[in-house]
């Protein structure tokens, strides 16, 4: 995530509910605890080869950390964190806006209109490709087998002459679903609450309750809202 400002903060999912607007319109929207955080280290290209903001989110207790990540966070005075995460500047000129031990808190986010949350969706376990990869699965007519939710032959792409039976790679399959890395991008941001650390965003974001996000200004947008701000 790289930016020149880095403008971003790490938070955890509530839930989601209803906003009513002024005319009576109601949005689904999805309410954030961010931060409030600590800038536990300052990075520059100097000194560790890339310009960065680490920051560190919810106070642990000292039994079930380590003893490195306890000293490390003693450097900036404050508790042991339970998150760290770094945003990535353009130079250490970006960096160099942050000091150590400094808070962030939502007010980060002041005067942004979209955000990019970035998150871990939920794990589905082992799924198979109809669940997986919307496949329309087998007839259900006679003369199938009772496995209509079968993939299909995959024998064209074990078939390749000269280089050995072995299946393509990035062919779809049953497999692992979820637990993923997932960034929702330009979100529009409803309300920031910087005194009780509260962003509510419009829809959904990735995880599930009480999963941890990054909440980041929108490095990318669509063109219809980008019309909007210009």
Do not use: W
Request: proline share 3%.
């Amino acid at each position: 995530m790289t930016s020149t400002s880095p403008k971003a903060i790490i938070g955890r999912k509530v839930g989601m509910t209803r906003y009513f607007l002024e005319g009576g319109k109601n949005i689904p929207v999805t309410v954030i605890q961010a931060g409030p955080c600590v800038v536990t280290q300052v990075k520059t290209i100097a000194t560790d080869g890339y310009a960065a903001v680490q920051l560190g989110f919810e106070d642990i207790k000292a039994r079930n950390s380590t003893m490195a990540v306890i000293g490390h966070d003693v450097k900036a005075g404050a508790a042991p964190k339970r998150i760290h995460k770094e945003l990535r500047c353009a130079d250490d000129a970006a960096a160099g806006a942050f000091t150590v031990g400094a808070t962030v808190d939502a007010s980060i986010l002041d005067g942004v209109a979209y955000v990019d949350v970035i998150g871990v969706s939920k794990g589905k376990g082992f799924q198979g490709v109809m669940k997986k990869y919307g496949f329309k699965g087998l007839t259900a007519t006679h003369g199938t087998e009772r496995k209509h939710r079968s993939p299909g032959s995959i024998g064209s792409h074990g078939t390749d002459r000269g280089h050995g039976a072995k299946i393509k790679k990035g062919k779809r399959m049953a497999g692992q679903m979820g637990d993923d890395q997932v960034t929702v991008r330009s979100l529009d941001v409803i309300k920031i609450d910087a005194a009780n650390s509260i962003i509510l965003v419009k829809g959904a974001v990735p995880g599930a309750n009480n999963g941890v996000i990054v909440i980041r200004a929108a490095t990318r947008l669509y063109k219809r809202k980008a019309k909007k701000l210009s």
